[in-house]
């Protein structure tokens, strides 16, 4: 009986793995589109784990504390379950095929079915490229945002400048094997079936014995296979389109705020400021300085014992308004930068109001007299997430950015560095020749780059961290950059006798994660933590601005209207979604986000901050002064005022925004007409 039972043992295996063989071999075009795939994996994760142990900007800063061939291992099972899922249905519908061989049809159904493999391979080759490509070079993956972005917003060129020889290779080599498996002998094509896939079963066991507990503590976006991490994402946000439709009449539903002629929020007039600064004889100068990326946690930090970041930012923070607990509109830039310049929220989704064709809706230039001299710079594209549409549609014809300064490119350490950005540093010195060319009164508008993501490195004269290989370390020592960049400015203007007459506004677009809360949460825009969302905020100019350190809760769209109030700018009283800081109302009023996870957001004078997904349907709270490190959400039932709050003005914003915009178009005589189109500036050398 036992040497029965040993027998069945041998024979079953071999049943088996013979079963499979004949299955691999029955079909060589599934065959060979299996080799192939499992080329592809194999090859995206090994170059993945090798990138991690090697590359000096890693995704998330993760650092792996295992070995390299650990790494590889026990990630593996995602992997081949894309493999064997995928083969499974080419061989599937090869079967369905072979049914009607003797069909006219076959012949038909034979060449659509080696396309279709052709462009599922494709399709899986450049997930894998472009996935790989993302997580060192934007820190993310390629989920459906991404992929709706690229769709919506990125040109062909500018998606075909991305591509270097490695990459047409790696899209290239996968095609190339396919045909040539697909040529060999049957003897050749049983051989490499088998030996596949005793590979293949041989390197998921040692997979599933090497699964522990450290694995989920590992980003989703390393962890999985590629493909499956775009589909779980495609199909959870599928999941909620549903809710998604139904927003507005039930999750923000009810009568709320909007624009009706000029204000979204009140039908009474707010109160105008209690006391104004005198009136200047003459107009002032206003400079806006954006850091992009620059988040308020770490301007001023010295927590680790090691030197100030902005020491000379910290300076006159003391010696003007230093908005303390300051924060933007929205986690993506696009969002930010329009409220900055212009007072209002934008969409409360991802939709963005300021880079649509038709957006008439003034800007901070508009309010100035026509006689300023206006310019603005910035060493990034304006032609990603920037809202171009409504800058130039305002008035603002000058602008000099990539596109049109000559100068040295940034791209030592990353890849996408030939399209993103021109050194700082140069730019600093070109927006300082233009302070200087200019005619009084000016306004200024700089939104530098240096702090956001790849943290370029500029040597040692802004080095005030050691270059560890962690993303943070070089953020700090580009935000010391940063300061070195306005301390010139700021001596500039004192030298040439302009400071006396100039206002300057520095101010972050949003804030900067650097893996808190969760792993995947860096950069800023996955999701709307303090550590997103807190920008700093200073207005300088002794004449006006006594120092004076504010505590409550402000915002970007707080700004426009204090600027006037200070310039003795009249405006109507319902012309902005937010408050002068002269008018102690501001105090009382709540303020808003929007995430670009999908998310929105209020918080109040009592530090209680309401969130609500509007992709999950759910809703929690954070009392930022007994949780300032938002570690214990609260259920929002206990703070339904607030929750009715946020809902009531999220419900009608985005409706009045656009009835406010379509009046001013029609004022101007542009119900159909088409919009001025931004004309280069050529830049010197």
Known sequence: MLSLVKMKAKVLPKKCFGLLTSVFSS????????????AVVFAYRIQLTISLFTNAVRPFDFNP?????WLVLAYLPSDLAFVFVCFSLSWLLSRVASFIKQSKMFRILRISGLIFLHLVLLAAVLIHGIHGRLLFDVQTGFDSAVMKEAFSGISLIETLRLVGWRDYVFLLFPFGFFWL?????????????????????????????MIDNKAEKVPDEI?????????SDMTKSTSFIHLKQGQTMSAVGGKGSGIQSFRPMETKP????????????RPWNLIIFIMESAGARYIFDTSDGDAMPMPFLHKISQEGWYLKRHFTTSNVSTKAVFSILSGLYDFFSKETFGTRPDVEVPAVYNWLDQGYDRFLVTPSSISWYFPTKFVVNSGLSEIHSYENLNFKIKEEFHSLGHYIARDEVQTTDFFIQRLREAREPFLGIYISFAAHFPYFDYGEDYRIRKDDGHLISRYYNNLNLLDHGIKRIVDHLREQGLLEHTLLVIVGDHGQAFGQHHPNNFMHYRYSYNENLEAPAILYQPALFRPKTFGFPTSHVDLLPTLLDAMRIPYPSTAFDGRSLFSHRARQAPIFFYGYEESISSLDSHLIKV??????????????????????????????LEVEGLHKFVAEHDANLLKYNASLREKKGLQGAG????????SPR
């Open 675 to 682: 919009v001025p189109i931004l004309k280069a500036v050529s």
């Open 611 to 640: 969130q609500y997904s509007l992709k999950k349907n759910k809703c929690w709270a954070f009392d930022l002064k007994l949780d300032p490190d938002e570690k214990n959400p609260l259920d929002c039932s206990s703070f339904p």
């Open 223 to 231: 962890r999985l296979n590629p493909v499956v991490f775009l589909l």
């Open 181 to 209: 498996t697909l040529l060999f002998s049957l003897r050749l094509r049983i051989w490499i079936a088998g030996i596949s896939l005793t590979l293949a079963i041989l390197l998921l066991s040692l997979s599933l014995l």
């Open 65 to 69: 504390a295992q070995h390299a061939v």
């Open 27 to 38: 079909s060589r075009a599934s065959l060979a589109f299996f080799i192939c795939l499992l």
């Open 270 to 281: 707010i109160e105008r400021a209690l006391s104004l600064p005198a009136k200047n004889n």
